[in-house]
């Protein structure tokens, strides 16, 4: 499974850029695609999250200004980001991880995000 990312990009504070995230075969089994953040020196940490079912996960620092949503029959993942601030800034990674007994575990290639102040 290839993870396609794309929609990086450099933008000033309180701007909005969209990542999307796709799949490159049918995902089957119940699963979490998302995006991960990625500083220099720094260990991957989550951004956001969407289930299967719907169930969003996010960190604090986003919540109430990005939004991630699935299109499950195009096998992609979306994040809005709204009101990005400088430190948004860094390589945003996709992520695919199989729940509920599947175990396939998938990482896309960077995008990189920058938000200058």
């Known amino acids: 499974v290839l993870l396609q990312a794309y929609g990086g990009g450099l933008v000033q504070a309180g701007e909005s850029l969209r990542l999307s995230c796709g799949a490159s075969?049918?995902?089957?089994?119940?699963?979490?695609m998302g995006w991960y953040r990625q500083d220099p020196g720094k260990q991957r940490e989550l951004v956001a999250t969407?289930?299967?079912?719907?169930?969003?996960n996010y960190a604090d620092s986003v919540k109430d200004r990005f939004t991630i949503s699935r299109d499950s029959a195009r096998n992609t993942v979306h994040l809005q980001m709204n009101s990005l601030k400088p430190e948004d800034t860094g390589t945003y990674y996709c992520?695919?991880?199989?729940?509920?007994?599947?175990?396939?575990?998938?990482w896309g290639q960077g995008t990189l995000v920058t938000v200058s102040s």
């Open positions: 075969v049918t995902i089957f089994g119940s699963n979490a």
């Open positions: 969407i289930t299967t079912g719907g169930i969003t």
């Open positions: 992520n695919l991880k199989g729940m509920r007994g599947y175990t396939y575990h998938y």
